[in-house]
């Protein structure tokens, strides 16, 4: 009788949310500067003031952020967006399998941050995943890190540009003084006439 090898055992749960943590982590460290960037740019609509629209895109942003308030200044609040990697990302990813093969098997089992979520994980696992499919389905790639890597790239593009004008005025309503909007809707409303559709992809 044949035993099962090292790459036939299918890793553990534990290992799955461990694994997906680390790798969320590092992705976090990585990209941390472009968040940062991508906030200050969605948040200078806000105030009317010449020094509020001294930002020009991402790679501006960086710069000009590194040149006046330093480069550690890019990774300012890292340590709670690392925080949040590991309870939300290990759990989000770590777990998709073992759910989703709870329901494909045939068993039934603050609101703008609840729809981002909603948007992103529904948008980036699923299309991740059926990305995946179709390469090694249609012998595009093999099922390794190639076409890992060009799963998620697809992945990401699309979740962002479909949660981006949720998560732009998340963060305009979080960051607004009090009393600015009435509501999510009001703030929504707000930057749709004041600045038009295009305020919505800031960053």
């Known amino acids: 009788m044949v035993g099962h090898t090292a790459t036939d055992v299918p890793p553990t749960m534990a290992v799955k949310i461990f694994s997906a943590g680390v790798a969320a982590c590092v992705a976090d460290i990585i ?48 340590p709670a967006g690392l925080q ?69 790239v697809v992945a990401g593009f699309c979740t962002t540009v479909l949660s981006s004008p949720v998560d732009v005025v998340k963060t305009r309503f979080v960051n607004s003084s009090p009393g600015q909007y009435t509501s999510v809707p009001n703030c929504a409303m707000m930057m749709l006439t004041r600045e038009g559709p295009s305020a919505f992809f800031k960053g």
Request: aromatic letters at 8%; glycine letters at 6%; one cysteine or more.
């Open 84 to 152: 949040r990697q590991i309870s939300f990302a290990s759990l989000r990813i770590g777990l998709y399998d073992t759910v989703q093969e709870f329901f494909t098997t045939g068993k039934e089992g603050t609101t703008p941050n609840l729809t981002r979520n909603v948007i992103i994980n529904c948008t980036e696992l699923v299309t991740y995943d059926l990305m995946k499919e179709a390469l090694v389905k249609n012998k595009l790639l093999a099922d390794d890190v190639p076409c890992h890597f060009v799963s998620a």
């Open 31 to 78: 990209t941390f500067p472009l968040d940062t960037a991508k906030v200050r740019l969605q948040i200078q609509g806000e105030c009317l003031t010449s020094s509020a629209f001294r930002y020009k895109g991402v790679l501006g942003t960086i710069i000009t952020l590194a040149k006046t308030e330093g480069p550690v200044k890019l990774y300012s609040g890292l």
